[in-house]
């Protein structure tokens, strides 16, 4: 089956400026997730989608960041403006449903590497 | 929330040596505990995982083990080759519930495999 896919792959910007990163999950996942991972560390939760709705945003730095994923499939995470400290890979993944409680694994994709100067 | 301590940050074996890699959750409500191997400039990939309702798993030469009580639970890999030279990354969430899949990630182990 086809895999997470993301893009850009790479992007480097200046402070203040705005960016985009573009997700589409593997087929029939209802469960998407938007995770930010700073060289050195652990994959940072960003934001949790089930379908269309956000079923966790709580670590999503609201006042410069935002996502949507309004058909429930394809998602957009945004970042405006950003600042030097954003610079990370943001990871995307998904899953199946969890009731199913057998298929909890996560699928990420190969991610965007951001860099902000 | 959940919290997710791993330990240690960095191990180098020998090849044909064991590894072990622990880490301890916060959250007694957590259930579901993956591990996921991360190769330089790659994805991360789910190598094994445990449900709380089991305390040991194997799979061939990678092996979990989950202390619920503790709240503590390790990797362990046998026989190591140069190829499990990685980064590794355990995972507390919980399932079957509203919350999820949400995961929480410690900070990784940097695996190196001496040929």
């Known amino acids: 089956e086809a895999g997470v896919a993301q893009s850009p792959r790479y992007k480097i910007i200046e402070k203040r400026q705005s960016v985009a990163f573009w997700c589409n999950p593997i087929s029939g996942h209802a469960t998407l997730y938007w995770y930010q991972q700073i060289l050195g560390q652990g994959p940072k939760l960003l934001i949790q989608?089930?379908?269309?709705?956000?079923?966790?945003d709580s670590q999503l730095p609201k006042d410069r960041f935002s996502a949507e994923r309004l058909k429930g499939v394809d998602s957009t995470l945004k970042i405006q403006p950003a600042k030097l400290e954003d610079s990370a890979v943001y990871l995307c993944?998904?899953?199946?449903?969890?009731?199913?409680?057998?298929?909890?694994?996560?699928?990420f994709g190969p991610g965007t590497r951001l860099t902000v100067l | 929330g959940e919290n997710v301590e791993q330990h240690p940050s960095t191990l180098s074996v020998q090849e044909g040596d064991s590894a072990v890699i622990k880490c301890t959750y916060s959250d007694s409500a957590s259930n579901y505990f993956p591990w996921y191997k991360q190769e330089l400039g790659k994805r991360p990939q789910l190598i094994i995982d445990i449900r709380s309702n089991v305390g040991e798993k194997k799979d061939q030469r990678i092996a979990v083990t989950l202390n619920k009580t503790a709240k503590h639970f390790s990797l362990h890999i046998t026989e190591t080759q140069p190829e499990d030279s990685a980064v590794y990354f355990c995972?507390?969430?919980?399932?079957?519930?509203?919350?999820?899949?949400?995961?929480?990630f410690g900070d990784g182990t940097t695996l190196t495999v001496k040929p």
């Open positions: 995972a507390a969430s919980r399932s079957g519930d509203t919350n999820a899949g949400k995961s929480t």
């Open positions: 993944a998904s899953s199946f449903p969890s009731l199913a409680r057998w298929r909890d694994e996560q699928f």
């Open positions: 989608f089930q379908n269309n709705g956000v079923v966790d």
